[in-house]
């Protein structure tokens, strides 16, 4: 059974960091495209992060260029979001996925939710003073 776990979630102040990850059980992620996402309350799910299965350049919302930086951790089947100068709007649960299948998102990742099947249950962060 295929599973995600996000964690590394918390309160952090505006301009703090945080780094999230993403562990999986059931599949080896290096084969897999990973789409990072976020849901605020009442807003739709916003697709933040992504790198393909071949592992090319990962692509990133206007929204968190420049601030968030995803990677890929092969040795312990983990990927991870880091997160730096947090804004209030980031507030979020946050979440990471895969496509059902390894040559899905193989050439190219997506930041559309429909394209992605396996979900973690999500980690909550919010930026506050």
């Known amino acids: 059974q295929v599973q995600l776990v996000e964690s590394g979630g918390g309160l952090v102040q505006p301009g703090g960091s945080l780094r999230l990850s993403c562990a999986a059980s059931?599949?080896?992620?290096?084969?897999?495209?990973i789409g990072w996402f976020r849901q605020a309350p009442g807003k739709e799910r916003e697709g933040l992060a992504c790198i393909s299965g071949k592992n090319d350049d990962p692509e990133y919302a206007d929204s968190v260029k420049g601030r968030f930086t995803i990677s890929r951790d092969n040795a312990n089947n983990r990927v991870y979001l880091q997160m730096n100068n947090l804004k209030p709007e980031d507030t979020a649960v946050y979440y990471c996925?895969?496509?059902?299948?390894?040559?899905?998102?193989?050439?190219?990742?997506?930041?559309?939710?429909?394209?992605?099947?396996?979900w973690g249950q999500g980690t909550q962060v919010t930026v506050s003073s």
């Open positions: 059931g599949i080896t992620l290096e084969y897999y495209a």
């Open positions: 996925a895969t496509p059902e299948d390894p040559m899905s998102l193989y050439y190219y990742c997506s930041h559309w939710s429909d394209e992605y099947h396996t």
